[in-house]
Each structure stands twice: as structure tokens, then as C-alpha cells.
């Protein structure tokens, strides 16, 4: 293994220091049961804390509420606002390697990914939306002689920012940035499986920079106590990423609440058509595959669903099938390895179960099994499983399995692959590879996604808006799309007379 560059000595003496949450600009004990970090490549324990229960989760909220109320942030200078965000980019891209580090233990993310653009643009999202507090623009409107009506871009107010585990300190600063860049105050929540990140990134704010309390709140708990958040009346708005279900009773806590309001970004079952005039198709199925089982497949717009017309089918498959076995999976913080471990127990078992579903559904002709021997045999490690002949109804053509499990359909027309396409209840992202300009712009329009891929899947950038339709999410993230999120337009008045 190489270890050039890889700060293990240092991680393994932060691991061994207590774990709190830091809440009001302080940092304390969780008063619930304790939750193991646990190292997806080996099994073993990494830290441990104890949670927040949902008293200290509300307690949280309280204060935050204070705080906003109280002006602490959103009447700082923008500019002040700014240079906090600033500095907070600097801290990132003065410690990448600690933090890639760990991003990758309990993740399973290979450390050269967290290295190259995980961690790297987590410090370029704060850049960009410090650049954002003094840019984002209310308006006059065209209303009558006599009068003058313009719009204020308030704060929301308390933001309970829900990250999952597959990106975690990339989604946490997705939410964090712009909520802090509009005036909000902020209660980030990770994942319990993989805090470790913004715990360091928190250490690190807090011993260098000068935020007031009460601004930036970390609340390290499951999700049981974490659903606190999602019904607290001193909580205004929740930023979800996560699955589904609980994207779901985050709407239904909302009802039952202060109805705030909320962006959920869920899960995906993205299609990929390659058409018969797909050009240079050994690039495009090599990008369409990468893009499919970088960081083991745990990506929610990844393309689960390629769609292949008919004459070129068997030379994709052949083609994916060849890429596929030249994989090797091992430990993420080896040079030459090119997957990691599937995140969790839970999360391995699931990609299991579905993969002895898929045998019972169609053609295996890649992987199919754990890759556990050896180095490996404490790992969550999966091979790159590819199924064919996958009907489009199939569970596995139609679930989310998020991990390295992919459905190769075959089509016969564009009218066919549009209805394929369309028919799961996801609307993520979508690919089409075609030469014909009129096909590429008609098939896009017609395509139920929020977000679709010409000839290049898988392309993402600060300032293009990221979000499903259907029941992928609600609303978008990124790019000015984030900034309306988290304010609220005031529409006032003025009649100075006819
Ligand atoms: P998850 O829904 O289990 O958990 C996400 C987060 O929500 C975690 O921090 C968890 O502790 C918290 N949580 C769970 N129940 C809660 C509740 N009742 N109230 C408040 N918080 C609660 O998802 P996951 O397993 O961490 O992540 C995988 C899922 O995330 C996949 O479905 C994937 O598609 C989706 N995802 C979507 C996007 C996107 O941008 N659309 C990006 C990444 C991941």
C-alpha cells in the first residue's frame, strides 16, 4: 500500500479524541445512546459519540431560532459574510489531504476521488456563494402611476441541513454555503455514518475563524432524532438529500408542523440511450461507464438504466462487460485500486439482495457476487454487476439499488426508448447519445428528468442547477437556484401619489 501523502498517523490520533456536538458556538456532550463510525473496508471501529436525543435536537433549534431573530447573522455586512465564507474555502483547501482522509474511512470513496474533486470543490462551492451576498437581486415592478412596488430577498430564517453519506462534505457545503451567503442561521446535520468530515471542518472554524455563536450549529445524531428538525416550529426551512421515504415524511412533518418549506433532493433510477448513431461509441460507453461505477455506483444521478437500440446492443455489452472485469476492488487508500467498499452493512446487504433478484430477472454477464477474498474479506466489497436483457418492468430496471448494479434494456425505435425511459417513478437525470441534432433536442424535451445529458453524461458545474423531477425531489440546488431557496421575497408597496 502507499501511503505517500496520506495523513494516517495524524487521523489515527484525531479518531482517538471525544466526539461532540457544537451548538451555540460551544462544543458538548450528545445526551443519547453512542453511534460506532465503523471503517466499510475492514469493519473496524473508527470513533464513536454520543447522539443528540430530540430534546438537544430541539434545544438547538431554540437557540438558532435566537439567533436569527436576534439579527447575529443576516445583520453582519454582506461583506463580512463574504470573507467568512472565504476564509472558510481556505481552511478547506489548507487541510485537502486530513480531509480527504476522512472522507474516505467511513465511506469507501477511493482517497485519490476525495483528493481531486471531492474535498477540492467543497472548497470552491463557499468561494462561490461568498461572491453571491451582494449579487442576488430583488426587483422593481411594472405596476401602476402612482406607485412603486419592489421586492426585499429576506433570510428564511433556522436552516436544518440533512446530508447523506455518499458525498458528505461535498452536500453538506451545497446546503451550508448559500445558507450562510443569504442570512441564514444554520443547524447542519450529517450522516451518522460519515460525519467525520464536517466534525474536522467544524474543529476547524471554530479554533479559526471568528463566526458569532449560534450561526453555524452541528447536531451529529441518527434519524430518528434527527426528525425532530423536520417538525420543530423553530426550524423554517429543511434542505433534505437522502432517499425517498424520508424525503416523504419530511413533507409530512412539514403539514403537521409550521408547514416550512423544504428542498429535497432524492433518489434516481437515471436512463442512459445510446441510439443507433451514437457518436464515437467506445468514448461514450466509456464515459456513460465510469460515470455508472465511480464511488462504487452510491450516486444519485448516475445512469442505473442503459438503453441500447437493437444494432449496436451486443457490441455495448461486450464492451461494458470487458470494462467492468478489469476492475479491481480493494482498500480505497491503495494506488491502482478502482473501487472501494459499498459504504455499510445495510447499504451492502441491500445491493445483495438485489442482485439475487436481478438473476431471477434477467441475464447475468458481469460480477454478480462479493468481492471478499483475501485483503478484502472484511470488506463491504461488491463487483461490477451488469444485467442484460433486463425487461424494462423488472425491479431492478425500476428500483434504486445505489450501488455498482446496472440494467442494460434493449430498444427498438426512439418512440420506444422515450416510453422506457420515462416509465420508473424517478426523474433525476437522464443521457442520450445521438448524431442527429433534431432527434437529441426532441428526445430531450421529451424525456421526464431534471436534468438530461447530451453526448457527454454525467457533466455538473456550480452554476447549472442540479434536481429531479417526480418523486426525485423538489426544487434544485446550485447556481442562483440555491439562493431563492433560502430566502423569501417580500413584495412592498409605495404610493406616492397620482
Ligand atoms: P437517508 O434518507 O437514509 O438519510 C439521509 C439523511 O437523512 C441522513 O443524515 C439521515 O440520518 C437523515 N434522516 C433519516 N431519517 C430522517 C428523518 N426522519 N428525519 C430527518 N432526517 C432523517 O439516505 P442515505 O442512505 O443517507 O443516502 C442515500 C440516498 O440519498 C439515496 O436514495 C440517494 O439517491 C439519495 N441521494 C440523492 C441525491 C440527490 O441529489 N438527488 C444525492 C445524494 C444521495
Not at 469507501?108 to 470552491?124: H, N, Q, R, V, Y
Not at 458525498?167 to 460525519?195: C, D, H, R, W
Not at 463487483?383 to 448494479?405: L, N, W
Request: hydrophobic fraction near 40%; charged fraction near 20%.
Amino acid at each position: 500500500m502507499t501511503t505517500n501523502n496520506i495523513p494516517l498517523a495524524w487521523a489515527r490520533d484525531w479518531l482517538q479524541q471525544p466526539k461532540q456536538q457544537y451548538i451555540n458556538g460551544q462544543w458538548v456532550d450528545g445526551n443519547s445512546d453512542d453511534w460506532v463510525v465503523s471503517n466499510p473496508a475492514n469493519g473496524e471501529e473508527l470513533c464513536r459519540f454520543a447522539m443528540a436525543d430530540t430534546d438537544q435536537v430541539e434545544q438547538t433549534a431554540v437557540i438558532a431560532n435566537q439567533n436569527h431573530e436576534a439579527g447575529t447573522w443576516s445583520k453582519m455586512s454582506r461583506t463580512e459574510r463574504a470573507n467568512a465564507l472565504r476564509q472558510i474555502a481556505d481552511l478547506i483547501r489548507n487541510n485537502v489531504e486530513k480531509l480527504a482522509l476522512l472522507e474516505t474511512l467511513p465511506n469507501g470513496k477511493l482517497f485519490a476521488e476525495s483528493m481531486a474533486d471531492d474535498i477540492p470543490t467543497c472548497a470552491d462551492i463557499f468561494d462561490y456563494y461568498a461572491g453571491w451576498t451582494d449579487k442576488f437581486y430583488g426587483e422593481t415592478s411594472p405596476v401602476d402611476d402612482g406607485f412603486l412596488n419592489y421586492t426585499l430577498k429576506e433570510p428564511v430564517g433556522v436552516c436544518g441541513l440533512i446530508a447523506p453519506w455518499n458525498f458528505p462534505l461535498y452536500q453538506a457545503s451545497l446546503k451550508i454555503a448559500p445558507a450562510l451567503a443569504m442570512g441564514n442561521t444554520v443547524i447542519i446535520k450529517p450522516s451518522e455514518y460519515t460525519p467525520l468530515t464536517m466534525i474536522y471542518l467544524m474543529e476547524l472554524i471554530d479554533s479559526e475563524l471568528d463566526l458569532p455563536a449560534g450561526v453555524l450549529n452541528m447536531l451529529l445524531t441518527d434519524g430518528v432524532n434527527a426528525n425532530q428538525l423536520t417538525i420543530s416550529n423553530n426550524v423554517h426551512k429543511i434542505s433534505f438529500t437522502g432517499s425517498t421515504g424520508v424525503g416523504r415524511k419530511i413533507v409530512q412533518n412539514s403539514g403537521a408542523s409550521n408547514l416550512k418549506a423544504a428542498t429535497l433532493e432524492l433518489g434516481g433510477k437515471s436512463p442512459c440511450i445510446f441510439f443507433e448513431d451514437t457518436p464515437d461509441l467506445d468514448g461514450a460507453v466509456d464515459r456513460a461507464f465510469t460515470v455508472m461505477f465511480s464511488h462504487k455506483g452510491e450516486k444519485c444521478s448516475e445512469p442505473t438504466r442503459f438503453l441500447i437500440h437493437d444494432s449496436i446492443y451486443d457490441t455495448v455489452v461486450e464492451k461494458l462487460v470487458e470494462k467492468a472485469e478489469a476492475i479491481k476492488c480493494g482498500d480505497p487508500l491503495t494506488e491502482g485500486v478502482d473501487q472501494g467498499p459499498q459504504c455499510n452493512k445495510v447499504q451492502f446487504d441491500k445491493i445483495m439482495e438485489y442482485i439475487e433478484i436481478g438473476k431471477t430477472e434477467a441475464k447475468l454477464v458481469a460480477g454478480g457476487y462479493a468481492d471478499i477474498e483475501g485483503d478484502n474479506a472484511k470488506g463491504y466489497y461488491i463487483r461490477p454487476t451488469i444485467f442484460s436483457d433486463v425487461p424494462a418492468d423488472a425491479r431492478i430496471a425500476q428500483e434504486e439499488i445505489f450501488g455498482p448494479v446496472l440494467s442494460c434494456i434493449r430498444f427498438h425505435s426512439t418512440e420506444e426508448a422515450v416510453q422506457i425511459a420515462n416509465s420508473t417513478e424517478y426523474g433525476l437525470a437522464a443521457g442520450l447519445y445521438t448524431a442527429d441534432v433534431s432527434r437529441a433536442h426532441k428526445v430531450a424535451e421529451q424525456l421526464d428528468a431534471g436534468m438530461l445529458f447530451i453526448n457527454r453524461y454525467g457533466c455538473y458545474g456550480l452554476a447549472a442547477p442540479f434536481g429531479g423531477f417526480k418523486q426525485s425531489g423538489w426544487g434544485k440546488e446550485m447556481a442562483i437556484h440555491s439562493l431563492a431557496s433560502y430566502t423569501k421575497t417580500k413584495g412592498v408597496w409605495v404610493y406616492y401619489g397620482d
